[in-house]
């Protein structure tokens, strides 16, 4: 079992839509969550770091945390076709910095 | 500000040959990580430094790799003898206390 695990997807919605975007971790003791998106041919952007449980929003992004079933989500409102990109989702053991161990992301197609 | 720079940008080498990878972290940012990402694949952790020493190296696949960062803030990424297997994208990441890594735009090496 990988420590962080995505579904690879391709995960494709229309524009205007909303895209779910979902992430399992193995380890109970990790404490930070991040989500990145990757554009094809260039490197991760960090979109939304959350570091405890519930929901928490930037503009037209969602994250989702729930650590009793060791679960994160991200949540794109209004997909638009500039969202088309792989999402990564990553997770760290504790809050100071340290390793962060990667999903092997989800691909999302937003087709206008 | 500006952001983590990387050097080169492409490296194509021999098999067999040595290279440097360097990394220039944002401005003040104390934790400097190293990841290689393959096609269709998220980040794989290398190495992190917290200030000048290496605070976790877990992630170096071999003693033919190796990592310094003499002064607290450029770090350069070596590989001995290098293998065709070793061709990926390098990624060099900083962060500011328990903030997320943020990328620089990576190395592409690939070992003919």
């Known amino acids: 079992q990988k420590e962080v695990e995505q579904n690879s997807g391709p995960l494709s919605v229309p524009e205007g839509a909303i895209a779910s975007l979902n992430c399992t971790y193995s380890?109970?003791?990790?404490?930070?969550f991040f989500w990145y998106r990757q554009y094809s041919g260039k490197s991760p952007e960090l979109i939304m770091s959350i570091y405890s449980n519930g929901d928490k929003e930037d503009g037209r992004f969602t994250a989702q945390l729930n650590k009793a079933s060791q679960y994160v989500s991200l949540l794109i409102r209004d997909s638009q076709p500039s969202d088309s990109a792989t999402y990564l989702c990553?997770?760290?053991?504790?809050?100071?910095?340290?390793?962060?161990?990667f999903g092997d992301g989800t691909t999302l197609t937003v087709k206008p | 500000g500006a952001g983590v720079s990387q050097t080169p940008s492409n490296k194509v080498t021999e098999k067999g040959k040595y290279v440097e990878l360097r990394c220039d972290p944002i401005s003040g940012h104390t934790a400097l990580y190293w990841y290689r990402q393959s096609l269709g694949q998220g980040p794989e952790f290398l190495i992190y430094?917290?200030?000048?020493?290496?605070?976790?190296d877990s992630g170096l696949p071999n003693d033919r790799f190796f990592a310094v960062r003499p002064e607290g803030s450029v770090s350069t990424l070596k590989i001995q003898r290098t293998e065709r297997g070793d061709s990926a994208v390098y990624l060099c990441a900083s962060s500011a206390g328990t903030a997320a890594p943020l990328f620089g735009p990576g190395t592409r090496l690939t070992v003919l």
């Open positions: 990553a997770v760290k053991i504790g809050t100071n910095a340290g390793k962060s161990t």
């Open positions: 430094f917290q200030g000048t020493g290496a605070a976790d």
């Open positions: 380890d109970r003791g990790s404490q930070s």
